[in-house]
């Protein structure tokens, strides 16, 4: 049997609040040291090679999506079209593409604005974690006001070795990381939805490219177009349609 525990409105005063109003504090910083740190050079024009290239992949993607709408002849003239290995609009030589990412790999001033972002992520958060656990390492901060599997465990009481304390109490270290994923949209109402600092998607993208890839977003969906099946959906109408008359009547 899982114990119950009376947290101290102490707790509440000196340890919840602050953790929350300093996380919510270090965001909005945060967002703006970054803005500060962006290059102050004006965006160039974009490349008209990019824009034709980024113009193709959506038109794929949309004829990917919409396939069962179209006869299945008229699928495959357009499916040649774009993944033909010879002047498929889709097709990337690998030289081509080599030349692309190592251009990329080469632009010092996109390797410099990719790691003054990830440094500014990376230095608050560092030092936000070792304050929480120097401070407030142990506590437990607040309960849930709803039952719990006893998977949510290791997430909501991390720092607590205690396994009678039911699973719907939350650690302060473990508050730590809610409000680290789970302020979006509270940021979304102080800087704006674009402005709004989500360091989940943040850490899912650190080290990974820089920006747009043409060879990379051709060939996957160039992949993904090869392997789709096509299905017409127009033979099926009328008996979808029969179906649906039959139980409007039925009612």
């Given amino acids: 049997?899982?114990?119950?525990?009376?947290?101290?409105?102490?707790?509440?005063?000196?340890?919840?609040?602050?953790l929350s109003v300093v996380m919510v504090l270090i965001g909005v910083l945060r967002y703006f040291v970054s803005k500060l740190m962006?290059?102050?050079?004006?965006?160039?024009s974009p490349d008209p090679k990019l824009?034709?290239?980024?113009?193709?992949?959506?038109?794929?993607?949309?004829?990917?999506?919409?396939?069962?709408?179209?006869?299945?002849?008229?699928f495959k003239a357009r499916k040649v079209y774009y993944t033909n290995e010879e002047n498929g609009l889709l097709h990337v030589p690998k030289e081509d593409a080599q030349k692309a990412q190592a251009a990329m790999f080469s632009d010092p001033n996109m390797a410099m604005d990719m790691m003054k972002k990830n440094l500014s992520m990376i230095v608050p958060q560092t030092?936000?974690?070792?304050?929480?656990?120097?401070?407030f390492s142990g506590f437990v901060a607040a309960k849930i006001p709803f039952?719990?599997?006893?998977?949510f465990r290791g997430m909501l009481q991390n720092g607590i070795d205690l396994s009678t304390v039911d699973v719907s109490y939350v650690s302060s270290r473990?508050?730590?990381?809610?409000?680290?994923?789970?302020?979006?949209?509270?940021?979304?109402?102080?800087?704006?939805?674009?402005?709004?600092?989500?360091?989940?998607?943040?850490?899912?993208?650190m080290g990974?490219?820089?920006?747009?890839?043409?060879?990379?977003?051709?060939?996957?969906?160039?992949?993904?177009?090869?392997?789709?099946?096509?299905d017409w959906a127009l033979p099926k109408m009328e008996r979808h349609a029969e179906d649906v008359l039959k139980k409007l009547l039925k009612k």
């Fill in 1 to 18: 049997m899982a114990e119950e525990l009376v947290l101290d409105t102490a707790i509440r005063d000196w340890v919840l609040i602050p």
């Fill in 38 to 44: 962006r290059s102050p050079a004006a965006s160039p």
């Fill in 51 to 74: 824009v034709r290239e980024g113009q193709v992949v959506i038109r794929a993607r949309n004829l990917r999506t919409n396939a069962q709408f179209i006869p299945t002849k008229a």
């Fill in 127 to 135: 030092l936000t974690f070792a304050w929480v656990n120097f401070f």
């Fill in 147 to 151: 039952p719990l599997t006893q998977r």
């Fill in 174 to 205: 473990s508050w730590y990381f809610l409000n680290l994923f789970g302020l979006r949209g509270l940021f979304s109402l102080i800087l704006g939805e674009e402005n709004a600092t989500d360091d989940a998607q943040k850490m899912m993208q």
């Fill in 208 to 230: 990974g490219g820089f920006g747009f890839n043409p060879a990379m977003s051709l060939g996957a969906e160039k992949d993904s177009l090869d392997i789709i099946q096509h």
